[in-house]
């Protein structure tokens, strides 16, 4: 453990001084995320118990808001204000481009000791490294490409499984639509829209063009008869969803799927987290399928990253904050409570549920398969500007009666205009 080895170092090369302020730093961290949910707040609650029982001093600071939105605009005020809080949730490409800023704090220390290079899989530490140096660490992956369904709403319309195909989706949807039944939980906020658009873009176009379009932005891509089958999939599925909609929470698009309200949500498995910590049974209660895709995978990781603060308190802590969520114990608690399956290779999965194991093994299938792609909707493609403005026209389409022609026009000039 890097604590302890390094109580004893101390120890060893301070004792003769014993200055106060090295042997009474306890470890503390300030902590900025924004798991507010039942489920999400059941997971960090976990995270908080194990820091303090080894001796941490945990200050909260979570900022509520689904995808980390409001958290992001009240980081960037906490930073330019000189108060930077110490751990932060913070993901994708957001972390190289803080680091750039000079903002993170390396953890070269703790990986060596713990050996991250071993355990933490390389395409996962590409994200948490910043030139070679560990600057943040992941604690799970997420899987954006998920059908949510109550399976007593689909038996009524004769079904038994989630759909395989777009088509059959819309065919079952229809039919739930004939029977009363509101097909389609849906949250109207920006990132849920862009959450069901990348899901779509992935099953309609293919990993290839998924690829191309939303982390290559290659041009041809977004202007093409595909991304119009994109838009015309999402005027669809808007006439799917209820009339409020607008501005819902995606936790409350969840608890409509299982109160028998609506039949299925597209969310990412955090919603699996909610119906665990509301005491429901996966295959029995609700039912979890990919969306259609041939051999895709939306990966979305969570991670922490660490920002320069003084005070030996601060760093203590944040560097028992960083060998804990990398250590086997936390991987697998805190992944069984939200939904996610552990970042860290090796870890057993025996304790998880068949959706778990689905994702784990969707996966791997996807990784030889050339499908296992960073989410857009959740930053780990491409920086914020970038998905910022695919995300204006998603949700600017969803929300009117604009065409896909002028969909996909608007899509090209959004991008071309954010890339200079
Ligand atoms: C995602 C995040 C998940 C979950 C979700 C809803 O971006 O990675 O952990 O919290 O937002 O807030």
């Not at 860290?344 to 792609?373: H, M, N, T, W």
């Not at 090209?412 to 200079?420: F, G, R, S, Y």
Request: with cysteine.
């Amino acid at each position: 453990m890097y604590l302890r080895k390094t109580i004893l170092a101390t120890g060893v090369a301070f004792s003769a001084l014993a200055t106060a302020s090295f042997a009474h730093a306890e470890p503390t961290a300030e902590v900025l995320h924004w798991w507010t949910s039942g489920g999400e707040a059941k997971a960090v609650a976990s995270l908080k118990e194990d820091f303090e029982a080894n001796g941490g001093t945990w200050v909260d600071s979570p900022v509520a808001g689904g995808a980390g939105d409001a958290a992001m605009t009240v980081l960037r005020s906490r930073v330019l204000s000189g108060d930077a809080p110490a751990a932060v949730q913070l993901k994708g490409p957001a972390i190289q481009e803080w680091a750039e800023q000079g903002a993170l704090a390396d953890l070269n220390d703790v990986a060596a000791a713990e050996g991250w290079d071993d355990v933490i899989p390389a395409a996962i530490q590409d994200v948490m490294k910043y030139k070679g140096d560990y600057v943040a660490v992941p604690v799970n992956v997420h899987r954006v490409d998920w059908i949510w369904a109550n399976p007593t709403l689909l038996a009524k319309v004769g079904a038994d499984s989630a759909p395989t195909t777009w088509d059959e989706f819309n065919a079952l949807a229809d039919k739930l639509q004939a029977a009363g039944i509101t097909p389609v939980a849906h949250g109207g906020q920006p990132w849920q829209d862009a959450t069901v658009f990348e899901t779509v873009v992935l099953g309609l176009g293919g990993p290839e063009f998924f690829q191309s379009a939303l982390v290559d932005l290659d041009e041809d891509a977004l202007n093409s008869d595909t991304m119009k089958a994109v838009f015309d999939q999402m005027r669809k599925i808007r006439g799917y969803v209820d009339a409020d909609f607008p501005g819902r929470d995606w936790n409350l698009a969840t608890a409509m799927v299982m109160n028998g309200e609506a039949a299925m949500q597209i969310m990412g498995d955090w919603a699996k987290g909610e119906f665990l910590a509301a005491g429901k049974v996966p295959g029995k209660d609700f039912i979890c399928a990919a969306t259609p895709s041939e051999n895709g995978y939306l990966f979305n990781v969570d991670s922490f990253a660490m920002f320069n603060v003084s005070g030996d308190d601060k760093v203590e802590g944040q560097k028992l904050l960083a060998e804990l969520i990398v250590g086997e114990k936390f991987q697998e608690t805190f992944n069984l409570l939200k939904g996610s399956i552990p970042a860290r290779s090796g870890v057993s999965l025996d304790k998880f549920d068949d959706c778990a194991k689905k994702s784990e093994a969707d996966l791997q299938a996807a990784q030889e398969a050339g499908g296992f792609l960073p989410s857009m909707a959740h930053g780990m493609a491409l920086r914020g500007h970038l998905a910022g403005a695919i995300v204006d026209v998603v949700t600017a389409h969803f929300n009117s009666d604009m065409s896909s022609d002028e969909a996909v026009s608007r899509l090209v000039e959004a991008v071309e205009l954010a890339k200079d």
